[in-house]
């Protein structure tokens, strides 16, 4: 296309439409039993030879929307302690605490011993951190 040309309405919303299917298919998890997902790396989604970060927080994101009760996520943080390598990776996910609106969780990706973790605030109303264990943090 030059700058003249503009895409049909139609066209552009099939190019959306395949793009959030490629999208969908790409940060696809498979639960493995015991609270682990399986999922890959795509190449289409690296910045050089690494994965982008966001690309790998989508992942996780995913995995956490399939295993807890609460699936949107209302906050995340995450901490990438190295680069993540395309290919397959392990979710590993911990349910830390659970009310009926809030779900507060860990979830560790696994490649290579490389990891970070992520947890997880449906929804704050209300929070009580009274009974929530944060030993973990130590």
């Given at each position: 296309?030059?700058?003249?040309?503009?895409?049909?309405?139609?066209?552009?919303?099939?190019?959306?439409?395949?793009?959030?299917?490629?999208?969908?298919?790409?940060?696809?998890?498979?639960?493995?039993?015991?609270?682990?997902?399986?999922?890959?790396?795509?190449?289409?989604?690296?910045?050089?030879?690494?994965?982008?970060?966001?690309?790998?927080?989508?992942?996780?994101?995913?995995?956490?929307?399939?295993?807890?009760?609460?699936?949107?996520?209302?906050?995340?943080?995450?901490?990438?302690l190295a680069p993540v390598a395309l290919g397959e990776v392990e979710v590993a996910v911990e349910s830390l605490s659970e009310t009926r609106s809030t779900h507060f969780a860990s979830a560790d990706l696994l490649l290579f011993f490389l990891g970070f973790r992520v947890l997880v605030f449906r929804d704050l109303a209300g929070l009580d951190l009274a009974g929530l264990d944060l030993a973990w943090l130590e």
């Open positions: 296309l030059n700058g003249s040309e503009r895409i049909p309405d139609k066209g552009r919303q099939h190019l959306k439409r395949s793009s959030m299917s490629q999208f969908a298919a790409h940060t696809a998890v498979s639960p493995q039993g015991d609270s682990r997902w399986q999922a890959e790396v795509h190449r289409g989604w690296r910045i050089g030879s690494v994965a982008n970060g966001g690309y790998v927080l989508a992942l996780v994101g995913r995995t956490l929307a399939e295993a807890l009760n609460q699936p949107d996520p209302l906050s995340i943080n995450a901490f990438y």
